[in-house]
Each structure stands twice: as C-alpha cells, then as structure tokens.
C-alpha cells in the first residue's frame, strides 16, 4: 500500500514559481512511477507529468513543457514538481498518484492524494 501525500500548493502571482512535493509511505513507495495530475472547477482531471521508478525517464503535458520540472529525491521516496512560468490558466486542485508504470491516463494509478490547491492570480 502507497499512500502519496501532496505539500507546497499556494497562491502566486502569473509569472511567479511554485514547488510541490509529494511523499508516500509504505517501503516500496520508490519502485512506483510517480506523477502529477490536475483538476480545475469543472474541468477534467488533466495528466501534467509522469516520473518513472528510477527517475530517468519523465514525460510532461504540452501545457507545461518547458516550464514545468518533474524529479525524484535522492532516497527516491519523494517527487518534486518545480513550476516556473506559471500562468492563470495552471490554477486547479494538483493531485499526486502513483502508479506501475509511467501513463498519462489517471485510471492506470491505484494510489491518489488528497490534492494541494494552486491559484494563480493576474
């Protein structure tokens, strides 16, 4: 059992940077694949980016390509999201999941937080 726990989610100015971190618990939380996830009112949860077990391999929303920057702590039990840049259109609850493989469909991961809240002001 992997139980992710989100952190860092705040208000910023557009333009302004955030970090998230998620940490889980359970001994085996470093042979899952990590990734972000993103609702907004009324809107989809929407796929953001995706880390694998190692943390060699990530793969990122065209949304946040180039602004967003998914990794893995040393002990692999933590993953950070650094996002840069960032914009109003980025405001929505941000959820951690993890899963068995690397995937951009939220069905494939078992384990989901509680979710962290960003708002991005103009």
């Known amino acids: 059992q992997v139980q992710p726990v989100e952190s860092g989610g705040g208000l910023v100015q557009a333009g302004g940077s955030l970090r998230l971190s998620c940490a889980a618990s359970?001994?085996?939380?470093?042979?899952?694949?990590m990734a972000w996830f993103r609702q907004a009112p009324g809107k989809e949860r929407e796929f953001v980016a995706t880390?694998?077990?190692?943390?060699?391999?990530?793969i990122y929303a065209d949304s946040v390509k180039g602004r967003f920057t998914l990794s893995r702590g040393y002990a692999k039990n933590t993953v950070y999201l650094v996002m840069n840049s960032l914009k109003p259109e980025d405001t929505a609850v941000y959820y951690c999941?993890?899963?068995?493989?690397?995937?951009?469909?939220?069905?494939?991961?078992?384990?989901w937080g509680q979710g962290t809240q960003v708002t991005v002001s103009s």
């Open positions: 359970g001994r085996t939380f470093s042979n899952y694949a």
């Open positions: 999941a993890a899963g068995t493989n690397t995937n951009r469909n939220p069905a494939l991961y078992p384990y």
């Open positions: 880390i694998n077990a190692s943390g060699g391999s990530t």
